[in-house]
């Protein structure tokens, strides 16, 4: 390093850094950096004093302006539910059928409904309600909880297998992995399942082993028809599916059926009473309805 010098070019001294005959000048720090260093120094200080700024343990300041985003928050709500006003009163007090029959408040359903949809069911059930493996499609008018509006509204508000209090329960059993029933018998009782389905394919229930079958029907007899129902339809106060139609939850090949039988099944579904009020719950469950007749 050697001693600061004037450079002869700019007459400026440099910083006496010498890197193999290379001098680095002095030159001052520009006018704009020290006039924007100034400027975000001065906005910082005014945001301090108006605004929530600095914690204090427990608390923080809460500026001049004494405003935060909770309020902001709260204001928008406020504002939301004054322009929904008009017409939450008539979805308070107004009966499922004269809503349905009512085109002004079906408009009302179907803009509203649309969002709630996407934002709290879209992620399982799917943008078009068609669900997927494991998720219900929610457009075939089969309901494991019954499929009144009624129904719905109540699944909408409890959900299933949740925390909640009054949640909706129902399991599947693993008949196969907890040793209720052998190999043989889930043959069976497969073979059975199959052979009630009004929609399969013929020439594959044709393949079935009417022995199996006949066995089937005593291993349902005794394992499945209490939740199933005798005849195999199901039934919605225990959410046991409809076992005689085209519709599997987790698919409805022989193998499928297999995998559910040995394993079980417990699907579950978040409760909404805590996240959308009873109006909402209300339009939620006209748009599902309204979905389902879209898209016949």
């Not at 301090?48 to 343990?57: A, E, M, N, R």
């Not at 539910?81 to 004269?98: I, L, N, S, V």
């Not at 039934?235 to 519709?247: E, R, V, Y």
């Not at 559910?260 to 469950?285: A, N």
Request: glycine residues 10%.
């Amino acid at each position: 390093m050697s001693e600061p010098e004037r450079d002869p070019h700019t007459g400026r001294l440099t910083t006496g850094h010498d890197w193999n005959g290379i001098k680095e000048l002095n030159s001052p720090v520009p006018k704009l950096v020290w006039f924007f260093l100034i400027l975000t120094t001065v906005i910082a200080v005014v945001m301090w004093v108006l605004l929530p700024t600095w914690p204090t343990g427990r608390d923080y300041t809460k500026g001049i302006l004494n405003t935060n985003q909770y309020k902001v928050l709260d204001a928008s709500l406020e504002a939301g539910a004054k322009q929904r006003a008009p017409w939450t009163h008539t979805f308070e007090t107004t009966g499922f059928d004269e809503l349905q029959a009512d085109p002004a408040a079906m408009l009302i359903v179907r803009e509203n409904g649309r969002r709630m949809f996407e934002d709290n069911c879209a992620m399982c059930h799917g943008r078009d309600g068609q669900g997927g493996r494991g998720f219900p499609d929610l457009t075939d008018d089969q309901w494991l909880w019954g499929g009144s509006p009624e129904d719905i509204m109540e699944t909408l508000r409890v959900g299933v297998n949740n925390k909640h209090d009054e949640a909706r329960l129902s399991q599947m059993l693993a008949f196969g992995r907890d040793g209720i029933l052998d190999t043989n018998q889930r043959r069976q009782v497969v073979s059975y399942v199959q052979s009630l389905s009004e929609h399969d394919d013929a020439s594959h229930v044709a393949a079935l082993k009417p022995a199996d079958i006949e066995a089937g029907r005593d291993v349902f007899a005794m394992q499945c028809a209490t939740c199933h129902g005798v005849d195999g339809k199901g039934l919605p106060t225990m959410g046991a599916p409809n076992l005689t139609d085209d519709f599997w939850l987790y698919g409805g090949r022989r193998s499928d059926i297999e995998e559910t039988v040995y394993g079980g099944r417990q699907g579950v579904m978040p409760f909404w009473e805590d996240r959308l009020d009873e109006v909402d719950r209300k339009i939620l469950t006209l748009y599902v309805l309204d979905m389902g007749e879209r898209q016949k």
